[in-house]
């Protein structure tokens, strides 16, 4: 699994494709997440950026980085799907929304 729980489109082993550094873009279609997703990560400091020329244009990420994300990330992954095997998924709670008026 990929970050967030979420499949690859392609293989995961980009290290054999040539690719040292991925633009936010291209991590964002590998992993089928938004581009604002792995913004988020970055943020959070859960993905380390390189940054080259300034601004978000500039962002890269070391395919080293990306997987040792992509590890951290199915390892939690891992750990909620045990946590929620053993206990049963959460009930998700009631709100107004919920209600027709």
Not at 2 to 15: E, Y
Not at 24 to 42: D, M
Not at 70 to 98: C, D, N, Y
Request: charged share 30%.
């Amino acid at each position: 699994m990929a970050p967030h729980g979420l499949t690859t489109t392609r293989s995961t082993n980009a290290s054999a494709e040539g690719r040292a550094w991925w633009t936010v873009a291209e991590l964002a279609k590998h992993y089928g997440l938004s581009e604002r997703t792995v913004y988020a990560a970055i943020e959070r400091g859960d993905l380390t950026e390189h940054r080259f020329g300034g601004k978000r244009r500039g962002i890269r990420v070391a395919d080293a980085d990306r997987l040792e994300w992509e590890g951290r990330s199915r390892e939690a992954q891992s750990a909620r799907t045990t946590a929620t095997t053993s206990r049963g998924p959460k009930p998700r709670p009631l709100v107004a929304k919920h209600f027709p008026h």
